[in-house]
């Protein structure tokens, strides 16, 4: 087997053998094929495509490059979420306790920023003290004690995903459906949660931009967990304006703090407590209230000791931006467009998430929104705050906002979608 035969059959829309995909994950993984030549694959992928049967057996290729984790011995059903990816999405930081306190272990093995998308990892690590690595024995110990964990996934999971993934961010071939749906469910299948709910993001700030794509992708994905044991369900959910009022890591923390104590804005409340149900729906718990355990303080106990778990402190100030820029409106009107990619762009430029892999993130750095598509604002009235330490970098961000909003005047029948779609 070679790879330059492997890359011509997807070049010229062949269908790969099972032979050819087990031994092109694995000669990859071990560094046989080269970074160029997997790179043209990919390519290959995403122009032409891979059938439902490729991308099972590519994906199970994945799996078996590492190691599987088996929470088997927990006393208590496992469910994880997995977002593909979004601006303002910090709902995994409430969610994750939330369902805790309802009865579910919660093992949320998360990711890192990619591109104008932000990343948990990133959110966290702005509390102080807090780490993301955590020993296999660890992350059982914090399951088993207080039912929830946010962590880096080892490098023994799906270890062929963690070479492509970073290969894939740097030579445009992310938004592929087989090569998307093969990524996140190698991880999670990998994972060993017995169930998973997928909240798949449509619109400007998301990876589908239109609802036939993500349907696409929530079948193809619904269908390999459950394929491999795992009780998977999906959400379509908005992305066309950013989630809640902030975007950046810091920032995202504190309004999540904010659902926890009982407030916080309405979407991210509604879009937690959907997933929620549906999370424990899938984990054998339909009757757990997950609205009570927000209201009565359980779910923010539960917060505070899975950060406290984990080296944070739930009580530390969070670290804030050195500086700060207004944008305000042009005009008055309703606002009826705050564009997702461009909030996610300009946080993203200012230091929220980063050009290179290697690079740090800004704790503090982000946008703020004042005003959601819907509200009436006025001519010179704040609109945005921009959060950076490096304030060279507002003109980038002004520009990539340069679009992002729409005021109309006049009588004006605006609607905002709901957030979940379907
Ligand atoms: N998230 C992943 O883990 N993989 C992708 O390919 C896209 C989003």
């Known amino acids: 087997m070679d790879a330059i035969s492997v890359i011509r059959t997807k070049r010229d829309r062949g269908t790969l053998t099972p032979e050819q995909i087990d031994w092109v994950i694995d000669a990859y993984t071990r560094g046989e094929v080269a970074d160029e030549q997997m790179s043209a694959l990919a390519m290959a992928v995403l122009l032409n495509g891979m059938s439902r049967a490729e991308i099972a057996r590519w994906t199970g290729a994945m799996i078996a490059s590492g190691e599987r984790m088996d929470f088997s011995s927990l006393a208590r059903p496992t469910a994880d979420k997995h977002s593909t990816g979004g601006v303002g999405d910090k709902i995994t930081l409430p969610l994750a306790p939330l369902v805790a306190a309802c009865g579910a272990a919660v093992p949320q093995l998360s990711g890192r920023g990619l591109g104008h998308t932000g990343g948990t990892l990133d959110k966290l690590e702005a509390i102080p003290g807090w780490r993301a690595t955590l020993t296999n024995p660890e992350l059982l110990g914090i399951l088993d004690d207080v039912g929830a964990v946010i962590c880096a996934a080892g490098d023994g999971l799906a270890p062929a995903d963690k070479k492509l993934y970073a290969l894939r961010d740097v030579t445009g071939?992310?938004?592929?459906?087989?090569?998307?749906?093969?990524?996140?469910?190698?991880?999670?299948?990998?994972?060993?949660?017995?169930?998973?709910?997928?909240?798949?993001?449509?619109?400007?700030?998301?990876?589908?931009?239109?609802?036939?794509?993500?349907?696409?992708?929530?079948?193809?994905?619904?269908?390999?967990?459950?394929?491999?044991?795992?009780?998977?369900?999906?959400?379509?959910?908005?992305?066309?304006?950013?989630?809640?009022?902030?975007?950046?890591?810091?920032?995202?923390?504190?309004?999540?703090?904010?659902?926890?104590?009982?407030?916080?804005?309405?979407?991210?409340?509604?879009?937690?407590?959907?997933?929620?149900?549906?999370?424990?729906?899938?984990?054998?718990?339909?009757?757990?209230?997950?609205?009570?355990?927000?209201?009565?303080?359980?779910?923010?106990?539960?917060?505070?000791?899975?950060?406290?778990?984990?080296?944070?402190?739930?009580?530390?100030?969070?670290?804030?931006?050195?500086?700060?820029?207004?944008?305000?409106?042009?005009?008055?009107?309703?606002?009826?467009?705050?564009?997702?990619?461009?909030?996610?762009?300009?946080?993203?430029?200012?230091?929220?998430?980063?050009?290179?892999?290697?690079?740090?993130?800004?704790?503090?750095?982000?946008?703020?929104?004042?005003?959601?598509?819907?509200?009436?604002?006025?001519?010179?009235?704040?609109?945005?705050?921009?959060?950076?330490?490096?304030?060279?970098?507002?003109?980038?961000?002004?520009?990539?906002?340069?679009?992002?909003?729409?005021?109309?005047?006049?009588?004006?029948?605006?609607?905002?979608?709901?957030?979940v779609l379907e």
């Not at 959907?274 to 539960?302: I, Q, S, V």
């Not at 001519?379 to 909003?405: I, R």
């Open 173 to 419: 071939t992310v938004e592929s459906i087989p090569l998307i749906a093969s990524s996140i469910m190698s991880k999670k299948i990998a994972e060993g949660t017995g169930s998973l709910v997928l909240d798949v993001k449509v619109g400007s700030g998301a990876f589908m931009k239109n609802l036939d794509d993500a349907r696409e992708l929530a079948a193809t994905m619904v269908e390999l967990g459950n394929d491999h044991g795992v009780r998977t369900t999906a959400l379509l959910t908005g992305m066309a304006t950013p989630l809640g009022r902030t975007a950046g890591n810091a920032l995202e923390v504190r309004e999540s703090v904010e659902v926890l104590a009982g407030g916080g804005p309405a979407d991210v409340v509604e879009l937690t407590l959907a997933l929620a149900r549906e999370m424990l729906t899938a984990a054998g718990l339909p009757d757990a209230d997950p609205e009570k355990a927000l209201a009565d303080g359980t779910a923010m106990d539960h917060w505070r000791r899975m950060i406290t778990a984990q080296g944070g402190d739930p009580d530390a100030p969070l670290p804030e931006a050195r500086e700060r820029q207004v944008v305000t409106a042009p005009s008055s009107g309703t606002l009826t467009r705050l564009d997702a990619y461009a909030v996610g762009l300009a946080a993203w430029r200012l230091g929220a998430g980063r050009a290179r892999k290697e690079d740090p993130v800004q704790a503090g750095a982000g946008v703020e929104l004042h005003a959601r598509p819907g509200d009436r604002v006025v001519a010179g009235q704040p609109l945005l705050t921009l959060h950076t330490d490096t304030p060279e970098k507002f003109p980038y961000a002004e520009a990539a906002l340069a679009d992002a909003t729409e005021i109309a005047t006049g009588a004006v029948d605006f609607e905002a979608p709901p957030i």
